[in-house]
């Protein structure tokens, strides 16, 4: 598989066999950027929460790509209503796709629309798990650190993608706390420098993780994993 990091939490999978998967996508107000809404495609979208710098595009992009959007029970709701395909889950249930297994887990954190002056309500923030070809990937969204994030730990983590930022979420040394509990193999960290209030030096995750662990990609970055 092919991954794409386009600055704070915003992903895209491109699987072998094809379907494109995309995370929380956050490009018309997103400073680190690389590329415009128009210019992505893909056949899913998987929202980890409702604020506006994580489904920022998930509407015009849903409707343009004719995707499907996977959320937690609300946000599912609301994206239907908007006039788009949409699939709800909750904490702790999964769901066999196409592409593979999506398994939603807790986060802790907040999540709501705003919409000019309206602040429209979308369930709670969530994280996943996916289950996809042979490889288990961990996307956090966006979290404080629980000490039941230790539940993770059985399902083999091959990559998470912790946020850093710290202020909305956790900072370095929870991330890297996080990592250890949960025995991720490989950690890509997410969420920082997008704002000021969020500025994190990436590469400080070395402090406390040893260094093969860590997969810093910058905004446009592509892996193969």
Same mark, same amino acid.
């Given at each position: 598989? /092919?991954?794409?990091?386009y600055?704070?939490?915003?992903? !895209?999978?491109?699987?072998?066999? +094809?379907?494109?998967?995309?995370?929380?996508?956050f490009?018309?107000?997103?400073?680190l950027?690389?590329v415009r809404n128009?210019d992505?495609?893909?056949d899913y979208?998987?929202?980890?929460?409702?604020?506006?710098?994580?489904?920022?595009?998930?509407?015009?992009?849903?409707?343009?790509e004719n995707?499907?959007v996977?959320?937690?029970a609300e946000?599912?709701?609301w994206?239907?209503?908007?006039?788009?395909k949409?699939? +709800?889950?909750?904490?702790?249930?999964s769901?066999?796709?196409?592409?593979?297994k999506?398994k939603m887990?807790?986060?802790?954190?907040s999540? !709501?629309?705003?919409?000019?002056e309206?602040?429209i309500?979308?369930g709670?923030?969530?994280?996943?798990l996916?289950?996809?070809? +042979? /490889?288990?990937?961990?996307?956090a969204?966006?979290?404080a650190?629980f000490?039941?994030?230790?539940?993770?730990?059985?399902?083999?983590?091959?990559?998470?993608f912790?946020?850093? +930022?710290?202020?909305f979420t956790?900072?370095?040394?929870?991330?890297a706390?996080?990592? /250890?509990v949960?025995?991720?193999?490989k950690?890509?960290?997410?969420h920082?420098?997008?704002?000021p209030?969020?500025?994190?030096?990436p590469?400080?995750?070395?402090?406390?993780?040893?260094?093969?662990?860590?997969?810093?990609?910058? !905004?446009g970055?592509?892996?193969?994993?």
């Amino acid at each position: 598989m /092919k991954i794409t990091y386009y600055g704070h939490a915003t992903c !895209s999978i491109e699987l072998e066999n +094809g379907p494109k998967i995309l995370i929380d996508p956050f490009f018309t107000d997103n400073p680190l950027s690389t590329v415009r809404n128009e210019d992505v495609h893909c056949d899913y979208i998987l929202a980890t929460h409702g604020h506006n710098d994580h489904i920022g595009d998930l509407i015009p992009i849903a409707k343009k790509e004719n995707a499907l959007v996977i959320a937690i029970a609300e946000l599912a709701t609301w994206a239907s209503f908007q006039g788009v395909k949409a699939h +709800g889950m909750n904490i702790g249930g999964s769901f066999q796709f196409p592409f593979g297994k999506v398994k939603m887990v807790f986060a802790q954190h907040s999540s !709501s629309f705003t919409q000019g002056e309206n602040i429209i309500y979308l369930g709670e923030a969530a994280g996943f798990l996916l289950e996809i070809e +042979g /490889k288990t990937l961990y996307f956090a969204g966006d979290t404080a650190y629980f000490s039941d994030m230790k539940l993770l730990a059985p399902f083999e983590i091959d990559l998470a993608f912790l946020p850093i +930022g710290d202020n909305f979420t956790m900072g370095l040394k929870e991330a890297a706390l996080c990592a /250890k509990v949960i025995e991720a193999k490989k950690v890509v960290p997410i969420h920082y420098n997008t704002f000021p209030v969020i500025e994190q030096n990436p590469l400080q995750l070395k402090k406390y993780l040893s260094e093969e662990k860590i997969i810093v990609l910058n !905004s446009g970055d592509t892996m193969t994993f």
